[in-house]
Protein backbone atom coordinates (compact mmCIF):
# COMPACT_ATOMS: atom_id res chain seq x y z
CA UNK A 1 0.00 0.00 0.00
CA UNK A 2 1.04 3.64 -0.30
CA UNK A 3 4.21 4.53 1.58
CA UNK A 4 3.66 6.88 4.14
CA UNK A 5 7.10 8.96 4.43
CA UNK A 6 7.57 10.37 7.85
CA UNK A 7 10.17 10.62 10.28
CA UNK A 8 8.33 9.02 13.17
CA UNK A 9 6.20 6.64 11.55
CA UNK A 10 5.63 5.36 15.49
CA UNK A 11 4.28 8.37 16.35
CA UNK A 12 1.87 8.54 13.53
CA UNK A 13 0.67 4.94 13.77
CA UNK A 14 -0.36 5.73 17.59
CA UNK A 15 -1.98 9.21 16.24
CA UNK A 16 -4.06 6.87 13.42
CA UNK A 17 -5.13 3.92 16.22
CA UNK A 18 -5.69 6.27 18.81
CA UNK A 19 -8.33 8.39 16.43
CA UNK A 20 -9.31 5.30 14.73
CA UNK A 21 -10.53 4.34 18.31
CA UNK A 22 -11.90 7.25 19.02
CA UNK A 23 -13.65 7.55 16.04
CA UNK A 24 -16.00 3.82 16.83
CA UNK A 25 -16.66 5.54 20.48
CA UNK A 26 -18.35 8.55 18.93
CA UNK A 27 -20.12 6.11 16.72
CA UNK A 28 -21.52 4.40 19.37
CA UNK A 29 -22.30 7.99 21.17
CA UNK A 30 -24.59 9.14 18.45
CA UNK A 31 -26.30 6.24 17.69
CA UNK A 32 -27.47 5.65 21.10
CA UNK A 33 -28.06 9.58 22.16
CA UNK A 34 -31.62 10.70 22.26
CA UNK A 35 -30.81 14.19 21.55
CA UNK A 36 -32.94 15.79 18.22
CA UNK A 37 -30.07 16.37 15.87
CA UNK A 38 -31.72 16.23 12.87
CA UNK A 39 -31.54 19.29 10.09
CA UNK A 40 -33.10 19.67 7.09
CA UNK A 41 -30.89 20.00 4.16
CA UNK A 42 -32.60 18.72 1.42
CA UNK A 43 -29.73 17.27 -0.61
CA UNK A 44 -28.45 15.14 2.73
CA UNK A 45 -28.90 11.72 0.95
CA UNK A 46 -27.34 12.92 -2.62
CA UNK A 47 -24.50 14.94 -0.50
CA UNK A 48 -23.46 11.87 1.71
CA UNK A 49 -24.43 9.30 -0.95
CA UNK A 50 -21.55 10.87 -3.19
CA UNK A 51 -19.34 11.43 -0.89
CA UNK A 52 -18.92 8.38 0.61
CA UNK A 53 -19.83 6.66 -2.93
CA UNK A 54 -16.22 8.68 -4.22
CA UNK A 55 -14.85 6.65 -1.52
CA UNK A 56 -15.84 3.71 -2.19
CA UNK A 57 -14.69 4.45 -6.15
CA UNK A 58 -11.36 5.36 -5.02
CA UNK A 59 -10.99 2.05 -3.49
CA UNK A 60 -12.42 0.11 -5.79
CA UNK A 61 -9.30 2.08 -8.19
CA UNK A 62 -6.67 1.26 -5.50
CA UNK A 63 -7.28 -2.29 -5.61
CA UNK A 64 -7.59 -2.69 -9.04
CA UNK A 65 -4.21 -0.98 -9.87
CA UNK A 66 -2.05 -1.24 -6.41
CA UNK A 67 1.11 -0.29 -8.59
CA UNK A 68 -0.32 3.59 -8.47
CA UNK A 69 -1.42 3.55 -4.87
CA UNK A 70 -0.91 0.55 -2.78
CA UNK A 71 2.11 -1.95 -2.01
CA UNK A 72 4.54 -1.77 -4.99
CA UNK A 73 6.68 1.41 -4.52
CA UNK A 74 7.94 0.00 -1.46
CA UNK A 75 9.46 -2.60 -3.67
CA UNK A 76 10.44 -1.18 -6.62
CA UNK A 77 13.03 1.53 -7.09
CA UNK A 78 14.23 3.76 -9.85
CA UNK A 79 18.38 3.87 -10.76
CA UNK A 80 19.62 6.66 -12.14
CA UNK A 81 18.88 6.24 -15.47
CA UNK A 82 15.16 6.00 -14.12
CA UNK A 83 15.13 2.44 -14.93
CA UNK A 84 12.46 0.28 -12.74
CA UNK A 85 14.50 -2.05 -10.71
CA UNK A 86 13.55 -4.88 -8.42
CA UNK A 87 14.81 -3.63 -4.65
CA UNK A 88 14.60 -7.34 -3.33
CA UNK A 89 16.13 -10.36 -3.59
CA UNK A 90 13.52 -12.12 -5.55
CA UNK A 91 13.34 -11.85 -9.55
CA UNK A 92 9.53 -11.19 -9.58
CA UNK A 93 6.85 -9.89 -7.81
CA UNK A 94 3.66 -12.26 -6.98
CA UNK A 95 0.32 -10.06 -6.69
CA UNK A 96 2.28 -7.07 -6.10
CA UNK A 97 4.27 -8.59 -3.43
CA UNK A 98 7.73 -10.77 -3.25
CA UNK A 99 7.27 -14.23 -4.22
CA UNK A 100 9.20 -15.30 -1.35
CA UNK A 101 7.94 -17.48 1.59
CA UNK A 102 7.37 -14.98 3.96
CA UNK A 103 4.61 -13.47 2.07
CA UNK A 104 2.61 -16.26 1.01
CA UNK A 105 0.02 -15.17 3.86
CA UNK A 106 -0.96 -12.03 1.65
CA UNK A 107 -1.16 -14.17 -1.23
CA UNK A 108 -5.05 -15.83 -2.11
CA UNK A 109 -4.64 -18.35 -4.61
CA UNK A 110 -7.48 -18.94 -6.89
CA UNK A 111 -6.67 -22.42 -9.52
CA UNK A 112 -3.37 -20.99 -11.16
CA UNK A 113 -4.45 -17.57 -11.02
CA UNK A 114 -2.45 -14.98 -7.56
CA UNK A 115 -4.38 -12.27 -6.33
CA UNK A 116 -3.56 -9.70 -3.09
CA UNK A 117 -5.68 -11.19 -0.30
CA UNK A 118 -6.25 -7.53 1.28
CA UNK A 119 -6.79 -5.90 -1.82
CA UNK A 120 -9.24 -8.95 -3.61
CA UNK A 121 -10.94 -8.10 0.33
CA UNK A 122 -11.39 -4.17 -0.29
CA UNK A 123 -12.40 -4.57 -4.22
CA UNK A 124 -15.08 -6.84 -3.05
CA UNK A 125 -15.95 -5.12 -0.06
CA UNK A 126 -16.14 -1.62 -1.76
CA UNK A 127 -18.03 -2.85 -4.30
CA UNK A 128 -20.62 -4.11 -1.86
CA UNK A 129 -20.27 -1.00 0.30
CA UNK A 130 -20.82 1.29 -3.02
CA UNK A 131 -24.09 -1.30 -4.13
CA UNK A 132 -25.45 -0.40 -0.44
CA UNK A 133 -24.63 3.26 -0.75
CA UNK A 134 -27.05 3.13 -3.89
CA UNK A 135 -29.72 1.47 -2.66
CA UNK A 136 -29.64 2.99 1.28
CA UNK A 137 -28.75 6.67 -0.06
CA UNK A 138 -30.21 6.74 -3.58
CA UNK A 139 -32.96 4.41 -3.47
CA UNK A 140 -34.09 5.02 -0.03
CA UNK A 141 -34.25 1.47 0.79
CA UNK A 142 -34.96 0.99 4.82
CA UNK A 143 -32.58 -0.12 7.13
CA UNK A 144 -32.59 -2.35 10.59
CA UNK A 145 -32.36 -1.30 14.03
CA UNK A 146 -29.16 1.30 13.98
CA UNK A 147 -27.93 -0.35 17.06
CA UNK A 148 -27.54 -3.65 15.75
CA UNK A 149 -25.74 -1.88 12.56
CA UNK A 150 -23.86 -0.41 14.30
CA UNK A 151 -22.25 -3.30 16.67
CA UNK A 152 -21.74 -4.86 13.13
CA UNK A 153 -19.70 -1.83 11.66
CA UNK A 154 -18.03 -1.42 14.71
CA UNK A 155 -16.88 -5.74 14.90
CA UNK A 156 -15.69 -5.70 10.95
CA UNK A 157 -13.77 -2.27 11.11
CA UNK A 158 -12.01 -3.48 14.52
CA UNK A 159 -11.25 -7.00 13.08
CA UNK A 160 -10.35 -5.38 9.73
CA UNK A 161 -7.42 -3.00 11.66
CA UNK A 162 -6.46 -6.17 14.24
CA UNK A 163 -6.10 -8.54 11.47
CA UNK A 164 -2.86 -7.83 10.79
CA UNK A 165 -1.48 -8.27 15.25
CA UNK A 166 -3.68 -11.63 15.55
CA UNK A 167 -1.76 -14.20 14.43
CA UNK A 168 -4.66 -16.41 14.14
CA UNK A 169 -5.64 -14.08 11.47
CA UNK A 170 -2.83 -13.95 8.96
CA UNK A 171 -3.44 -16.38 6.45
CA UNK A 172 -4.47 -15.20 2.61
CA UNK A 173 -8.30 -16.45 3.00
CA UNK A 174 -8.83 -14.62 5.81
CA UNK A 175 -7.18 -11.53 5.38
CA UNK A 176 -9.14 -11.75 2.23
CA UNK A 177 -12.69 -11.85 4.68
CA UNK A 178 -10.97 -9.51 6.96
CA UNK A 179 -10.93 -6.49 4.29
CA UNK A 180 -14.33 -7.45 3.31
CA UNK A 181 -15.77 -6.88 6.90
CA UNK A 182 -13.51 -4.23 7.57
CA UNK A 183 -15.08 -1.72 4.25
CA UNK A 184 -18.67 -2.90 4.71
CA UNK A 185 -18.21 -1.83 8.72
CA UNK A 186 -17.85 1.45 7.53
CA UNK A 187 -20.81 1.37 5.27
CA UNK A 188 -22.89 0.11 8.54
CA UNK A 189 -21.56 2.98 10.84
CA UNK A 190 -22.34 5.64 8.31
CA UNK A 191 -25.88 3.94 8.06
CA UNK A 192 -26.19 3.59 11.39
CA UNK A 193 -25.43 7.38 12.38
CA UNK A 194 -27.61 8.54 9.55
CA UNK A 195 -30.39 6.29 10.82
CA UNK A 196 -29.67 7.97 14.33
CA UNK A 197 -29.21 11.15 14.01
CA UNK A 198 -30.22 12.69 9.99
CA UNK A 199 -27.25 15.10 10.50
CA UNK A 200 -25.02 16.09 7.36
CA UNK A 201 -22.16 17.82 9.15
CA UNK A 202 -22.04 14.64 11.11
CA UNK A 203 -22.54 11.92 8.51
CA UNK A 204 -19.59 13.89 6.52
CA UNK A 205 -17.26 14.02 9.58
CA UNK A 206 -18.11 9.92 9.37
CA UNK A 207 -17.01 10.02 5.81
CA UNK A 208 -13.95 12.01 6.47
CA UNK A 209 -13.24 9.19 9.44
CA UNK A 210 -14.06 6.30 7.47
CA UNK A 211 -10.92 7.40 4.88
CA UNK A 212 -8.61 8.11 8.02
CA UNK A 213 -9.57 4.34 9.13
CA UNK A 214 -8.31 3.63 5.81
CA UNK A 215 -5.43 5.11 6.29
CA UNK A 216 -4.79 3.41 9.85
CA UNK A 217 -5.30 0.35 7.93
CA UNK A 218 -2.60 1.39 4.85
CA UNK A 219 0.19 2.14 7.81
CA UNK A 220 -0.63 -1.16 9.62
CA UNK A 221 -0.33 -3.04 6.59
CA UNK A 222 3.33 -1.08 5.78
CA UNK A 223 4.62 -2.04 9.33
CA UNK A 224 3.56 -5.52 8.96
CA UNK A 225 5.36 -5.59 5.66
CA UNK A 226 8.63 -3.83 7.38
CA UNK A 227 8.04 -6.62 10.21
CA UNK A 228 8.30 -9.67 7.66
CA UNK A 229 11.02 -8.19 5.61
CA UNK A 230 13.19 -7.27 9.00
CA UNK A 231 12.84 -10.78 10.08
CA UNK A 232 13.64 -12.60 6.77
CA UNK A 233 16.86 -14.62 6.92
CA UNK A 234 18.27 -13.63 3.94
CA UNK A 235 20.81 -11.34 4.27
CA UNK A 236 21.00 -10.94 0.38
CA UNK A 237 17.52 -8.82 0.17
CA UNK A 238 18.47 -5.37 -1.01
CA UNK A 239 14.89 -4.15 0.17
CA UNK A 240 15.30 -5.67 4.06
CA UNK A 241 18.99 -3.68 3.83
CA UNK A 242 17.08 -0.79 2.73
CA UNK A 243 14.19 -0.32 5.35
CA UNK A 244 17.07 -0.66 8.61
Not at 41 to 69: K, M
Not at 104 to 112: A, E, F, P, R, V
Not at 181 to 197: E, K
Amino acid sequence: MSKIDVKHPNLVLAFLILVSIFGLVLSTFFVFQTSTLEDDFEYRNLTIGSAFGAVCLLGIFAALFPSSCLAIPQFWKSDRNDRRTLNIHETALQAHHPSCENYSTHILSIGNMKFCATCSGLLAGATIALLGTGLYFFVSLSTGDPAMLILTGEIGVSLGLLQSALPKFSGGLTRFFASILFVVGTFLILVSIDVAVKNTSIDLFFVALSVLWILTKITLSQRDHKRTCTNCSVKSCRYKKRIR
